[in-house]
């Protein structure tokens, strides 16, 4: 059977454990979110946690969220930060940049992966990425194959594609797919049912004209290393 991780989800997303999905990374969006998250990591050793601040949900943090979340990574060597990110979308982005810059930061110190959310900003992340970055995952990537380019040839970072490319309308995220370096791909359910993943992995090996089993086996091996 084939296997897949689901390089991003949330605590409410459906689970699945019929279509060979073994594994699967939660992301916070909330502070609320990190203990039922640590729970999950703790009780399930095929998820992975990441502890962070969603921008949409930057409002809701408490003044001391560094002084709560820095333990909880330092004590627990496995947790990655996420998730990060700034969205054009949503209100006060002085603040998104801020929360943004902070968890980089952290992610930084501790030598963990950072899961990244960007919605119209990519301008402003390049910027602010600098010259050394940790580890990280662009969650739903929605850039153009050159915003993969100049992020590829600086920085260790994964594309982690979301059902959206199951749109076939989508022809520039399909562009995005077709030129990401192999051993960087990754697929994601995000908020949708976890069964979505051999769907995604499908749409995959046709836009790169890959073996369906092949792209699949890629794309296991990419989210194995990534965790590595
Ligand atoms: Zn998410």
Known sequence: MQKYINAHCHINTPTDN?????GAIYNSAK??????????AHTNNHAHACI??????INTATPDWEKQMEPILTQNPKFMVGEIGLDKNYPNMPMQIEFFCRQ??????QNRTAHIH???????ILHLLGANAPRMVMHAFNGTPEIIKSLARKYDVYFSFSPVILDARRTRIHKSVMVAPENRILIESDDMPMDVLPALAQCIANIRKTPNDK???ILYNNTMQ???
């Open 215 to 217: 792209m699949t086996e």
């Open 18 to 22: 019929k279509t060979g999905v073994v």
């Open 118 to 124: 960007c919605v119209g900003a990519w301008d402003k």
């Open 31 to 40: 502070m609320s979110d990190w203990e039922t998250i640590k729970a999950i």
């Open 226 to 228: 990534m965790l590595g």
């Open 104 to 109: 980089m930061e952290i992610a930084k110190k």
């Open 52 to 57: 962070g601040i969603h921008p949409w949900h």
